[in-house]
């Protein structure tokens, strides 16, 4: 055991992280100041990044527990997610203390910056990829170039991994399958009573509800050639959960899916927010590095980047209470 004296500096590295804020402008002769701004705002996003990560992989090894149970573990994903989204909404107000630079005063050090870029930010890439998005739905930023071209060998072989990794959509869909595996008595039956629910709203609804869609999601068959990612099954746990969320059985898992809801939103909140951050800053210009500024950073915030898209979509298919079945129609008696 070491008898190293532990105190505030050095436990948080104290001298290392302070010292690390090395300013381009100054090094080149002519120092400008709010250059010390935007280093410490993007190591805050890094630093947060980092914890995000941690959290998410906490979460995706609770949900991969050979002895999972949902109230025995529920609990302790809600509090994780809580904290990812939290850490969220924080980082997307750092965008507010950037917008205090004016942009003629970037434009007085962004010079020096020459090939670096936020592009390059291997964590936030890594954190794309351990939420869900998948490779074919990513933009290039320039022709025939992949995202992982941005960085060197080591962090090339890290982000690739990453994609072939356990992620928080096939965890999530994982244990959605085995919700609706654990819940519905027979399939026929579940299908034959939604079926009756949607056609007795129909009646009364009239055009107020997009019957194919309803017929396309009752359809396995169907449900699997529409494209969807999530399975069949994880789709149905999924919907089971929504429409009858009051159960005290479904209170946790509802939790669950609004809270990963929310996460996949504000990744969304945060890509916008920061195309608007850079066309304030650059207008059409090109971006610092290797991107195209905001023309590149526009094609990524759109709904192919949300991963858990279908999980927005189900509000589509809910049904008004008074059409639900009464009782446990749909469950397994224990």
Not at 76 to 102: C, D, N, Y
Not at 121 to 129: A, G
């Amino acid at each position: 055991m070491s008898d190293r004296e532990v105190t505030y500096d050095s436990y948080l590295a104290l001298d290392r992280l302070l010292h690390c804020q090395e300013l381009e402008s100054e090094k080149a002769g002519g120092k400008v100041h709010d250059e010390h701004l935007f280093i410490i705002v993007h190591q805050a996003f890094e630093l947060w990044f980092k914890q995000i990560r941690e959290d998410l992989h906490s979460i995706i090894e609770t949900f991969q527990k050979s002895d999972f149970e949902d109230r025995r573990h529920c609990a302790g994903i809600t509090s994780k997610l809580g904290r990812v989204i939290l850490i969220q909404k924080l980082i997307i107000g750092h965008f507010e203390i950037m917008e205090t630079m004016p942009p003629a005063t970037f434009l007085n050090f962004k010079k020096y910056l020459r090939s670096g870029s936020g592009f390059q930010s291997l964590q936030f890439r890594l954190i794309e990829n351990t939420i869900g998005l998948q490779r074919g739905t990513r933009k290039s930023h320039k022709e025939g170039k992949d995202y992982t071209d941005a960085f060197d060998e080591k962090q090339k072989k890290e982000a690739l991994k990453s994609e072939k990794g356990p992620c928080l959509f096939t965890v999530v869909e994982s244990w959605l399958e085995n919700v609706f595996k654990k819940y519905v008595n027979d399939r026929k039956i579940y299908i034959d009573e939604l079926h009756k629910m949607v056609v007795t709203w129909w009646q009364d609804a009239k055009d107020h509800c997009d019957r194919e869609a309803f017929m396309e999601i009752l359809d396995e068959t169907k449900y699997k050639d529409s494209g969807r990612r999530f399975s069949y099954e994880a789709f149905h746990g999924a919907l089971l959960i929504s429409l009858h969320q009051e159960e005290p059985e479904f209170q946790k898992g509802y939790e669950i899916i609004k809270l990963v809801m929310d996460v996949d939103a504000l990744v969304s909140k945060w890509r916008h927010t920061h195309v608007l951050m850079v066309h304030r800053m650059l207008g059409k210009k090109s971006g610092t590095g290797v991107t195209s500024g905001y023309d590149y950073l526009k094609k990524t915030n759109d709904d192919a980047y949300r991963v858990f898209i279908e999980l927005f979509n189900m509000a589509a298919f809910l049904i008004p209470y008074e059409y639900k079945p009464r009782g446990k129609t749909l469950y397994k008696q224990n």
